[in-house]
């Protein structure tokens, strides 16, 4: 593994590691989730490489250990600020290789960060494959205001306990019988327990990073921002338990807005028993298994 820093357009240095195997069949971009970090995925990458993939990842502004403060993004404009480093992410990648296209994996809000890279960046993509992929609820224009309101007075990097949970924090209401505040993310246990072990994770958006968030999600619905779509083959797969997807009703509405935008191959997986973390559910290697499928048809 090649750990590489790569200098954002504002100075702000991403960490990206690099999982090169010889000749590879192709070569698969990663983007994590909300309040987590790219070290969650290395068993992942490591059946991907097994499979003759070359993998990049990388921790997203204000995650990971080398974040200078975390679930902060910027002043102003931290939703573009994000979208601007994936691109850098990806023209790197794309340059570094000499190669056209990468396989873009993302899970949770790297979904809604990856849906947004598609209504302009289409054409760098080869697939895509949707993790856990949060719906456009209809609160989102609330969140925008209260958010914007919330900064406005307090400060961009102040905590705001009711928009987390006008954001996150209900979806372990959607649980029963909790055994902890994070049960949503996964039927696992010991994933959940090792989720809240991790200082890296579960570390809290400031009300900036909130604001970016629901400004993200808010595109997922104008399919009129989707510019010269390339219909490239999508694979969506969710735990059939996960609120964050909105359950079916949801998952339907995200594949919608796809499809209005012009994407007609989209494949989708709901997988019983299992909630927001797929990869990391005890069926895990089912769920790889049908994801390297996919990516090598």
């Known amino acids: 593994m090649e750990e590489i820093i790569l200098k954002s357009h504002d100075n702000y240095e991403l960490s990206l590691h690099l999982f090169e195997v010889e000749n590879p069949k192709g070569y698969v971009q990663i983007i994590h989730g909300m309040e987590e970090h790219q070290d ?10 097994q499979a003759g993939y070359t993998v990049l990842t990388s921790d997203m502004r204000g995650h990971g250990k080398n974040a200078p403060v975390r679930g902060f993004f910027a002043e ?29 994996f ?10 947004n890279l598609m209504q302009t960046e289409s054409n760098k993509y080869a697939k895509v494959i949707l993790s856990g ?15 914007h309101s919330w900064q406005y007075f307090k400060g961009a990097a102040t905590y705001s306990p009711f928009i987390n949970y006008l954001s996150v924090g209900a979806f372990n209401k959607k649980i029963k019988n ?10 696992n246990p010991q994933n959940v327990d090792d989720y809240l072990n ?14 970016d968030l629901f400004h993200l999600t808010n595109n997922l619905k104008k399919v009129n921002n989707y510019k010269d779509v390339n219909n490239i083959p999508i694979l969506m797969i969710r735990g059939a338990g996960d609120p964050c ?3 079916a009703k949801g998952a339907k509405r995200s594949r919608q807005y796809l499809q209005k935008a012009g994407f007609s191959k989209i494949k989708y997986i709901d997988y019983p028993n299992c909630r927001h973390e797929l990869l990391n559910e005890e069926i895990k290697d089912i769920v790889i298994d049908d994801i390297i499928s996919f990516i090598n048809e």
């Open 76 to 104: 102003e404009h931290g939703d573009k600020v994000l979208l601007d480093d994936y691109k850098l992410i990806t023209n790197y990648y794309l340059k570094r290789f000499n190669i056209d296209k990468v396989i873009l």
């Open 198 to 211: 991790d200082d890296l994770c579960g570390i809290g958006f400031k009300i900036s990073a909130f604001k």
């Open 133 to 147: 992929y949060p719906t456009y609820f209809t609160l989102t224009p609330v969140g925008i205001a209260l958010s």
């Open 40 to 49: 969650r995925y290395n068993y992942f990458v490591s059946k991907i490489n």
């Open 178 to 187: 909790p055994r902890t505040k994070v049960d949503w993310i996964s039927k």
């Open 106 to 115: 993302a899970h949770s809000m790297g979904t809604i960060i990856a849906r």
């Open 245 to 247: 997807t909105g359950y």
